[in-house]
């Protein structure tokens, strides 16, 4: 064997500590412009109206896009096979946001500075819908939402799995003592150093190049052309140095806008979140609630184990509901 | 209105006229194209665009450029030894496994040598206060550790 | 937009800058507040850099005073000779404070300017009877003690154009030893959810404090004394029923301070372990938890 039992020095070590190595963000591409998304304070709205007037005209301005001038395809940002049947409740920008994070729009201007000015310049007019913010309370949830923005709403639970290994109702009925426990997980933040970024650059006869600190590129290339309407051939996706990513950047969030903005503007354009962007917009590990019965014999052999859980996996469905499996 | 300084940056004393608002880290990075130094938070919260500032490790992006003026920043970009040479710190980091995906890495080296220039023999626990303020989130800090530590006159001289 | 930008040389510069302004005034030093995102300093007006003017950082031992500069910086603070013997509290809230990179910016005025409730130099400065030196718009100057600068949660009475120049501690009838201890989130680059100080004098023979000022930050508003909590252990000699009838004491003094507020169930309790390493702290004696009836 070649490699086991050895000790070899990472191939691209001295690049990273000398400050060679050029992230995504570290990129200088000719003529880019930059976008910056407005990203909604509300939990849960319609977005009535947004009026891009005065934000239209500030300086270095190139375009705003928004729900009425963008592409109303539905995805789901979780698939990395084309022929994957998924949930499809997602947007680029939706009709009604769906939670504090949730996109409303971009300003696409000369430099971010411009772009992140302007995009204070746009006023949006919400109308507020009722919410749910536990796991429990959504459980009742019928959908005020259903067919309000054309989006599909799934009523919960979204996806339920049981299975039993073994004589479960022996082992409780044998049972000498029965302790049943509550467990939780709080939803946390991969919280890689890098933040969220993507450059998209178009290229001839209507194709474009992604490139992007992605999980697979293959997800990229398929969500991409799911968003847009257009066939895989015609989205290429490069995978630039990763800063991190630990399942926060397996699902492309930012690939399908920087595509269509580029597409549509014949320019590249970059999306760059900071921190705060990141955090609220991208993606999360899952909370948990749930209980756990244990049947013990009195020497404290455990007889048998049923667990029960509820996962929130959040505003919209993504791989949510392969969670179970 | 655009306020004038005179900066040296990695031995270099240059010119510019910035803006006032202008945070030192997007100078060096957009204007100097030194993208080493990276922008996580903007916040002073997890190091990534440490730089020494008259040879003190500092928060880049809590920094205006115009306060640098008349004195001299470093960054990573300017601890190479010669062309194509890394520092022995820098080789150290590689050697020791202290460098994985490398987003932390040009901030956690500055730190590092901002420590070894004022503490040649910095003890373990020296070391992580000193990087206290920088965080990564791939390596679990130990081999990092490991890496300064190899670089602390006790280690070199045998001692340690 | 952005504001005119100023780095006077000096304190007269400085000085006469402030005195010829016909709009609004930014002071800015260290940045380590001022430019956290989403923070920045104003568009308009001006911005007065006194990070590099000179006569403003400086550590001086006078006959009865010590004497700080505004703009000394945090990272000086914590390796003072001068702080370390006749200002402890002081000097180990400036190790304790912020990163490596932070302390190199951070200054003491900012701290003090910034008035925050956590503020970490905040309490020791309130114990030791600082008084405050601040320089007026019109050129004048006026000195302040510590409630008259620290009036709220982040508010001094500071008008437009007031800058706070000089830190003084009088050191006649100083105690002689000082602790400081915090609780944060995590254990470095934390914002102080707890922090206690205490100056007092011990002694280590007898194991019997003399006279004690204790002060709790991060409760309150501004930071706040803990009175039973001192009154338990002033005069009395170390012992586990000291320290016990200390740290309930502390309990309910917090109790008191944060009445009605959710982090009260939180820093009730917390603040009885943290009793515990401030004692270890400054009488130097270790394992007090395993004090015969030391533990409430």
Redesign the interface.
């Given at each position: 064997m070649n490699y086991a039992s050895r000790r070899l020095?990472?191939l691209?070590?001295?690049?990273?500590?000398?400050?060679?190595?050029?992230?995504a963000?570290?990129r200088?591409i000719e003529g880019q412009l930059f976008a910056k998304l407005l990203l909604s304070p509300r939990a849960h709205a319609r977005v009535l109206g947004v009026d891009t007037a005065f934000a239209l005209s500030a300086h270095g301005v190139v375009a705003i896009f928004w729900s009425g001038n963008t592409p109303a395809n539905r995805y789901n940002s979780s698939i990395w096979n084309e022929r994957q049947e998924a949930l499809e409740d997602e947007r680029m920008f939706p009709g009604i946001v769906r939670h504090v994070g949730d996109r409303v729009a971009a300003v696409i201007a000369e430099s971010a500075e411009a772009a992140e000015h302007a995009a204070k310049l746009i006023v949006v007019e919400y109308e507020d819908l009722p919410a749910a913010f536990d796991e429990v309370s959504a459980l009742d949830n019928s959908g005020p939402t259903t067919g309000l923005d054309g989006a599909p709403t799934y009523h919960n639970p979204i996806a339920t799995l049981s299975f039993a290994v073994g004589d479960v109702a022996r082992g409780f009925a044998e049972a000498d003592l029965i302790v049943e426990s509550r467990v939780s997980t709080p939803k946390t933040h991969?919280?890689?150093?890098?933040?969220h970024v993507c450059t998209a650059i178009p290229e001839t006869e209507g194709r474009v190049v992604v490139h992007s600190p992605c999980q697979s590129v293959f997800a990229v290339q398929i969500v991409v052309a799911k968003a847009l309407g257009i066939s895989t051939d015609q989205v290429r996706a490069v995978k630039t140095?990763?800063?991190?990513s630990?399942g926060g950047k397996a699902e492309p969030i930012l690939e399908p806008l920087a595509a269509f903005f580029a597409s549509r503007l014949r320019r590249p354009v970059t999306i760059r979140y900071?921190?705060g962007e990141t955090l609220l917009g991208t993606r999360m590990r899952s909370s948990v609630i749930g209980k756990i019965r244990t049947a013990f014999r009195a020497d404290g052999r455990i007889l048998a184990r049923e667990t029960e859980t509820l996962v929130d996996v959040g505003a919209y469905c993504t791989g949510g509901d392969h969670l179970p499996a | 209105?655009?306020?004038d300084i005179r900066v040296t940056i990695n031995g270099v004393s240059q010119s510019f006229s910035v803006?006032?608002?202008l945070?030192l880290s997007q100078f060096l990075?957009e204007r100097l194209?030194?993208?080493?130094?990276?922008?996580?938070?903007?916040?002073?919260?997890?190091?990534?665009c440490?730089v020494l500032?008259d040879d003190?490790?500092?928060?880049s992006?809590?920094?205006?450029a115009?306060?640098v003026?008349?004195r001299r920043v470093e960054?990573?970009?300017g601890?190479?030894t010669a062309a194509a040479e890394?520092s022995p710190l820098?080789?150290a980091?590689?050697?020791h496994?202290a460098?994985?995906?490398?987003?932390?890495?040009?901030g956690m080296?500055m730190?590092a040598e901002?420590?070894l220039r004022e503490n040649p023999a910095p003890s373990e626990k020296d070391i992580r206060?000193?990087?206290?303020?920088?965080?990564?989130?791939?390596t679990g800090f130990q081999t990092i550790v490991a890496a300064v530590r190899s670089q602390s006159r006790a280690s070199l001289d045998g001692v340690a | 937009m952005?504001?005119?930008?100023f780095?006077p040389t000096d304190i007269d510069a400085l000085q006469s800058l402030i005195a010829s302004a016909t709009c609004p005034l930014c002071f800015?030093a260290?940045?380590?507040d001022l430019?956290?995102?989403p923070r920045?300093?104003p568009?308009e007006g001006w911005?007065i850099?006194i990070?590099?003017t000179s006569g403003l950082a400086f550590i001086e031992l006078r006959e009865t005073t010590l004497r700080i500069g505004a703009t000394t910086s945090v990272?000086a603070i914590a390796r003072s000779p001068i702080i370390a013997t006749h200002f402890s509290a002081l000097g180990q809230a400036a190790e304790l404070f912020?990163?490596?990179?932070?302390r190199?910016?951070a200054t003491i005025g900012g701290n003090l300017a910034n008035a925050s409730p956590a503020g970490d130099f905040l309490p020791m400065l309130k114990c030791a009877r600082a008084s405050f030196r601040v320089l007026g718009k019109d050129g004048g100057e006026r000195w302040l003690a510590f409630d008259a600068l620290v009036v709220g949660a982040g508010r001094t009475s500071l008008a437009s154009g007031d800058l706070i120049a000089e830190i003084r501690i009088p050191l006649v009838g100083r105690l002689t030893r000082g602790a400081f201890v915090k609780l944060g989130r995590r254990?470095?680059?934390t914002i102080s959810r707890l922090n206690l100080t205490m100056e007092a004098d011990f002694d280590e023979g007898s194991l019997r404090f003399g006279e004690i000022q204790l002060i709790a930050g991060a409760i309150a508003p501004t930071p706040t004394p803990m009175v039973r909590a001192a009154d338990t252990l002033r005069g009395k000699a170390l012992s586990g029923s000291a320290v016990r009838a200390f740290v309930e004491a502390l309990r309910d003094d917090v109790d008191e301070a944060i009445l009605g507020r959710e982090s009260r169930r939180y820093k009730r309790r917390a603040v009885m372990g943290l009793g515990f390493d401030l004692l270890e702290k400054i009488t130097g004696v270790t394992g007090l938890d395993a004090f015969p009836g030391a533990l409430p």
């Open positions: 020095p990472l691209d070590g001295p690049e990273k500590v000398s400050g060679g190595l050029r992230f963000a570290d200088d991969h919280c890689a150093l890098e933040n140095p990763i800063g991190g630990f900071d921190r | 209105m655009p306020i803006d006032p608002l945070r990075r194209d030194l993208t080493g130094l990276k922008e996580g938070c903007r916040e002073g919260e997890c190091g990534a440490t500032l003190k490790p500092v928060n992006c809590l920094v205006l115009f306060q003026d008349g960054t990573i970009e601890l190479r890394l820098q080789r980091f590689v050697e496994g460098v994985q995906c490398g987003y932390c890495t040009p080296i730190a901002g420590l206060h000193a990087l206290a303020g920088n965080l990564c989130r791939c | 952005a504001p005119q930008a780095h800015i260290g940045g380590s430019l956290v995102s920045a300093p568009r911005l850099d990070s590099r990272d912020g990163s490596a990179q932070i190199n910016r254990e470095a680059l």
